[in-house]
T-cell receptor, first 115, second 109 residues
């Protein structure tokens, strides 16, 4: 149980375009989902927290207009990187949490390369 | 502000050694602490989760301890194997996860 998927696993896009990453909880309902970014040989940094049906809460230094997060249902959250630039190239990982349980279940990650 | 540090940053050992990885955090007000493994280019694999009220957790060759008052956790790996080679991350849960800097482990035959 507690499986989280991400799609796509890898994506290459051109500078200036937008790309959407999906995060799904497959066998449970996730009231809260989290988005992390990981640069090469660095640790995970929390970007934002999203609760179903409400606006996401972004961490300091993360541009909310650039990284659009939508958590429209209890099983799906999406991260859209708008007007992508090469410096947005990174490994993006989502996680999901069930209400009342203080444990996050992680997706396999999405490798974004902006050329 | 919670800060999580892991020592050592990198470790290279021969197969069979017993290892200790260290994690320290600055704010003891945590719900739990979790250890993860990450293989190159891959996502996270959860290894052990210790609730704030617990002192240790064990799974196979892995044992994790937690001393919340001193802000420390250790991950003990017994009889290391080449397949243990990976980056190990600890994370403290304060309603959101704060990750440590990671320890890159290489176990050679």
């Amino acid at each position: 149980g507690a499986v989280v998927s991400q799609h796509p696993s890898r994506v290459i896009c051109k500078s200036g375009t937008s790309v959407k990453i999906e995060c799904r909880s497959l066998d449970f309902q996730a009231t809260t989902m989290f988005w992390y970014r990981q640069f090469p040989k660095q640790s995970l940094m929390l970007m934002a927290t999203s609760n179903e049906g409400s606006k996401a809460t972004y961490e300091q230094g993360v541009e909310k207009d650039k990284f659009l997060i939508n958590h429209a249902s209890l099983t799906l959250s999406t991260l859209t990187v708008t007007s992508a630039h090469p410096e947005d190239s990174s490994f993006y990982i989502c996680s999901a949490r069930v209400v009342g349980i203080n444990e996050q279940y992680f997706g396999p990650g999405t490798r974004l390369t902006v050329t | 502000k919670q800060e999580v540090t892991q020592i050592p940053a990198a470790l290279s050992v021969p197969e069979g050694e017993n290892l200790v990885l260290n994690c320290s955090f600055t704010d003891s007000a945590i719900y739990n602490l979790q250890w993860f493994r990450q293989d190159p280019g891959k996502g996270l694999t959860s290894l052990l989760l210790i609730q704030s009220s617990q002192r240790e957790q064990t799974s196979g060759r892995l044992n994790a301890s937690l001393d919340k008052s001193s802000g420390r956790s250790t991950l003990y790996i017994a009889a290391s194997q080449p397949g243990d080679s990976a980056t190990y991350l600890c994370a403290v849960n304060t309603d959101k996860l704060i990750f440590g800097t990671g320890t890159r482990l290489q176990v050679f035959p």
